[in-house]
């Protein structure tokens, strides 16, 4: 044993002497400290946490069963050792009753008092290192509530013993819900999947995650989770990848969406301009003239394809920076309306209505022209059945709103937040094969943002669509930096 530290209380000065000198032959690095009083012995255990305190109970004044009771009302882990008279067993049983940890009968027996402080003194290591210990746990737990991954803590019966905050935040259980239960039954699907949760013997770069769905409240969630191995059970920590699944996915079918998309045009130039080259082939004045338009239609609809690509790479890269100039709204308005009037099928009308002599407002006035033009260009391209398509312009009290209204398919109100996700297309069953690349209104959404406005949509299923893009008259912050390569695309 080592930097061990007793006390010893007796009034009998021969004892002070006798027992310390037993304690420095038999037991190796154990300090003795004695007084002759409880008095004096209360002021010293207030100052120091002892291994052990042995005592005598007949003390004058406060006796030693008195003292026991002082000492469990303040140091309750320190055993505390009596020592009793020959014949003063009613005392000893009085004492153990009191939460003493053992008693010695004079004349003391030098080795049995030996072997007790020893067993005293390991005793007491052990709730200090118990105490370290739950200590040590309590403030993992408080640590552990502050990550951001979920975590867990499942033991070799199953049954769930820590559960954190970020676990009741990603999965919607609540600490009160799961612990104490095993975890095929608190944790929806967890049954289904838990053989597929890669475990390790170890934390490391080596241990790799797997990635698995669960049903919570018929909500579909799919975490990224691994597992610890140790003694008592498995550590899990997870976190939630529905959305970064869900991107993966819109990806996917964003890749497809675009080869598409570009092979229509490439063919249709490819098959074109080879038609121009047979030798073979005897190309009139106006087959010429309809094959070059149908090269520079396509060629067009390919740049448009490339520029919304580009132009979301630099809008998520932060390299985009907008510009700031008076813009005359109204001039803007009808211009894009003359030029769409020119390109639209016969069976739409396009019109532009709302507030006539509106004060010029300071905005980048390229982007906002390009946020305008999808709107327009969307409106034609979901109006297969012809009908007015109307750009109004209005003043609010707060600054402009410019509505762009359709008489075409319409959008579900469920999919009104939706649609201004990148990559996100409405199913095809609603938009009768119209396509895209999913990325146009996640770009007005964004360049609206960064003019200082905002843009909202109303619609209702099979009779159209109102978008609306709300200006603020104020000028635009500045923004420091080059304005973007990206050319805004044009209007045809």
Same mark, same amino acid.
């Given at each position: ?56 109970? !007949? ?12 000492? !469990? ?177 819109? !990806? ?11 092979r229509t045009p490439l063919s249709a130039i490819y098959g074109a301009s080879m038609t121009l080259q047979r030798k073979d082939l005897e190309v009139g004045a106006d087959d010429r003239a309809r094959l070059v338009a149908v090269i520079a239609s396509e060629a067009d609809r390919l740049a448009r394809i490339i520029n919304e690509i580009l132009l979301a790479n630099h809008i998520d890269s932060g390299r985009l920076r907008m510009a700031r100039e008076r813009v005359d709204v109204t001039e803007l308005a009808g211009g894009l309306v003359e030029t769409l009037r020119m390109v639209a099928p016969e069976s739409i009308r396009i019109e532009v209505a709302g507030s006539d002599g509106l004060p010029p407002i300071e905005t980048d006035g390229d982007r906002l022209r390009q946020v305008l033009v999808n709107l327009l260009e969307n409106a034609v391209k979901y109006s297969p059945d012809g009908g007015v398509v109307e750009l109004r312009i209005d003043r609010k009290e707060a ?22 996700? !990148? ?70």
């Amino acid at each position: 044993m080592k930097h061990s530290r007793v006390l010893l209380v007796d009034d009998d000065s021969a004892l002070l002497e006798a027992l310390p000198e037993t304690v420095r032959l038999h037991m190796d690095g154990v300090e003795i400290d004695t007084c002759d009083s409880a008095r004096e012995a209360l002021e010293r255990i207030e100052a120091i946490d002892y291994d052990a305190i042995v005592t005598d109970i !007949k003390m004058p004044g406060m006796d030693g069963l008195a003292l026991l009771l002082e000492i !469990k009302e303040r140091r309750p882990s320190t055993p505390t050792l009596l020592i009793t008279g020959h014949g003063e067993r009613d005392l000893a049983v009085r004492a153990l009753r009191g939460g003493a940890y053992d008693f010695l009968q004079k004349p003391i027996d030098r080795n049995y008092f030996v072997a007790s402080l020893e067993r005293a003194i390991q005793l007491r290591g052990l709730d200090r290192r118990v105490e370290d210990q739950r200590q040590a746990l309590e403030r993992h737990a408080r640590v552990l509530e502050h990550v951001g991954d979920g975590v867990f803590l499942v033991d070799v019966d199953g049954v769930i013993r820590l559960w954190n905050r970020s676990a009741e935040r990603i999965m919607g259980l609540s600490e009160a819900a799961v612990l104490e239960r095993r975890a095929g039954e608190a944790i929806p699907g967890w049954a289904d999947v838990a053989s597929l949760v890669p475990t390790w013997p170890t934390p490391g770069p080596a241990g790799g995650r797997g990635t698995v769905p669960l049903d919570i409240g018929g909500r579909e969630l799919w975490i990224s989770i691994s597992g610890i191995e140790f003694s008592d059970g498995v550590v899990y920590a997870f976190r939630d990848v529905t959305d970064e699944r869900r991107i993966d996915s819109l !990806k996917d079918e964003f890749v497809a969406t675009v080869s598409h998309e570009v092979r229509t045009p490439l063919s249709a130039i490819y098959g074109a301009s080879m038609t121009l080259q047979r030798k073979d082939l005897e190309v009139g004045a106006d087959d010429r003239a309809r094959l070059v338009a149908v090269i520079a239609s396509e060629a067009d609809r390919l740049a448009r394809i490339i520029n919304e690509i580009l132009l979301a790479n630099h809008i998520d890269s932060g390299r985009l920076r907008m510009a700031r100039e008076r813009v005359d709204v109204t001039e803007l308005a009808g211009g894009l309306v003359e030029t769409l009037r020119m390109v639209a099928p016969e069976s739409i009308r396009i019109e532009v209505a709302g507030s006539d002599g509106l004060p010029p407002i300071e905005t980048d006035g390229d982007r906002l022209r390009q946020v305008l033009v999808n709107l327009l260009e969307n409106a034609v391209k979901y109006s297969p059945d012809g009908g007015v398509v109307e750009l109004r312009i209005d003043r609010k009290e707060a600054g402009v709103r410019f509505s762009v209204r359709d008489q075409g398919l319409g959008i579900p109100s469920s999919e009104y937040e939706r649609i201004f996700d !990148k990559f996100y297309r409405l199913d095809p069953h609603l938009t009768r094969g119209v396509g895209g690349t999913g990325l146009g209104l996640y770009i007005c959404r964004e360049l609206v943002r960064r003019l200082g406005g905002r843009i909202s949509v109303s619609s209702e299923t099979g009779r159209g669509s109102t978008f609306f893009v709300d200006l603020p008259v104020e000028p635009l912050p500045a923004t420091g930096g080059e304005t973007s390569e990206v050319p805004a695309a044009s209007a045809v």
